[in-house]
């Protein structure tokens, strides 16, 4: 389980601007799992420097362990091979049973203030970004086995609104401005 000092997930996007208002969509369409691996958790869009912490984690909701050795993850752009971490939490591609895979890339920065479960795994990507990177605005996440059956996706895509009353006072300071 991620465990951090500031969680900042998928359902926890803080607001970004004045005067506008950020509902996330969020479409998850859970696949006719083979073995089923849940896509849990996406930070696409952290607080600190997007090149060095983003990540994914899986959930194993099975009583049995799992292994994702040869599995891949594709997003919008590019498909990755997940690799076990031999340099954090348990150095196995074994996602326990009921635990969870933290997948990130070979820049990440994210162990440097992070502890976990002991039901954890941590993973690599096979280069420095995932996928190409997780859009902040939009992207998709595909999960496969070493068989090439699908196992999850998710999709997201951020729709930006304006808050009525804020619409209106902003017209109104237009109107005034132009008298
Ligand atoms: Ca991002
Ligand atoms: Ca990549
Ligand atoms: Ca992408």
Redesign the pocket.
């Known amino acids: 389980m991620w465990r951090t000092a500031d969680p900042h997930t998928r359902v926890q996007i803080p607001l970004r601007l004045l005067f506008l208002l950020f509902f996330l969509f969020l479409i998850s369409t859970f696949a006719k799992a083979k073995q089923n691996i849940l896509i849990n958790e996406v930070m696409y869009d952290p607080i600190e420097d997007d090149n060095y912490f983003e990540w994914i984690e899986l959930y194993n909701p099975n009583n049995t362990s799992v292994n994702v050795s040869g599995w891949t993850i594709t997003?919008?752009?590019a498909l990755d091979f997940l690799e076990v971490d031999l340099d954090h939490c348990n150095c196995s591609t074994f996602i326990p049973p009921e635990g969870f895979a933290i997948i990130t890339d070979h820049g990440t920065q994210i162990y440097n203030n992070t502890t976990f479960s002991n039901n954890t795994i941590c993973l690599y990507v096979d280069d420095k970004s995932i996928?190409?990177?997780?859009?902040n605005s939009g992207?998709k996440l595909i999960l496969k086995n070493n068989l090439n059956e699908t196992i999850d996706s998710i999709e997201w895509e951020l729709i930006i609104m304006i808050h009525k009353a804020v619409l209106q006072s902003l017209l109104m300071k237009v109107l005034l401005f132009q008298d």
């Open positions: 997003d919008n752009y996928g190409n990177g997780l859009g992207d």
